[in-house]
């Protein structure tokens, strides 16, 4: 069955700083990549994902994703964060034959002024 | 559009008592899934729809029952509540089982006691 781990629960950064949230996956033969985000008190919306191709991928608000297969990565990261984009954030993935989507823990980034 | 919507927001219960969990959506989504979010566990699959009337277990079905009469709507019913149920619940759907876009609704917080 396929897995997801975030290592960072939460990850603290300055308004316009840089961020980088990590997610690895278990290796599979083809897998479907995603980040959701969740703002307080709302449900899910999907930030981006890769299903083929290009591995850089580019989402809503300014995030973007690099599919890593080497590295069984798909790390998350924004050149400069805004106060409104403190939020949870999940890593998502999907085994081939569309298999059901698995979740990480999540990550919580906590912007500050 | 409103999406997918979930009712009630918040539910409290006493132990051993049922109720049931309201989802519709509004956007004809063929698949339609429910989910409970834990604390440091991230989103857990309870079960989920690929049509109407054929429903299908997830990673956490003990407890829970579904059916699936109409496109729209997928309820959620909890049979005898436990403490170990308490959790935030979210629905979502989209067009079709697989990579397309999942759509979460808002959420119901359970507490049981």
């Known amino acids: 069955a396929q897995s997801v781990t975030q290592l960072d629960s939460q990850v603290p950064v300055f308004e316009e700083a840089p961020v980088e949230l990590r997610c690895n996956y278990s290796s599979s033969v083809s897998v479907y990549l995603f980040w959701y985000v969740q703002y307080p008190n709302q449900g899910l919306q999907l930030l981006l994902k890769?299903?083929?191709?290009?591995?850089l991928v580019k989402g809503i608000n300014g995030f973007e994703a690099e599919f890593n297969k080497s590295q069984t990565s798909f790390h998350l990261r924004k050149p400069s964060v805004h106060i409104s984009d403190t939020a949870e954030y999940f890593c998502?993935?999907?085994?081939?034959?569309?298999?059901?989507?698995?979740f990480g823990t999540g990550t919580r980034l906590l912007v500050s002024p | 559009n409103a999406g997918v919507t979930q009712t009630p927001k918040f539910q409290v219960l006493k132990t051993g008592q049922s109720m049931t969990l309201q989802c519709a959506q509004d956007?004809?989504?063929?698949?339609m899934s429910w989910y409970r979010q834990d604390p440091g566990m991230g989103l857990r699959l309870i079960h989920y729809s690929v049509g109407a009337g054929i429903t299908d277990q997830g990673e956490v079905p003990n407890g829970y029952n579904v059916s699936r009469s109409t496109t729209e709507d997928f309820p959620l019913r909890l049979l005898s509540a436990a403490p170990s149920q308490t959790s935030v619940y979210f629905c979502?759907?989209?067009?079709?089982?697989?990579?397309?876009?999942?759509?979460f609704g808002p959420g119901t917080r359970l507490t049981v006691l």
């Open positions: 998502a993935v999907m085994g081939g034959g569309f298999q059901k989507l698995v």
């Open positions: 956007m004809n989504h063929e698949y």
């Open positions: 890769y299903l083929s191709g290009s591995t």
């Open positions: 979502a759907s989209s067009r079709v089982r697989g990579t397309d876009t999942q759509y």
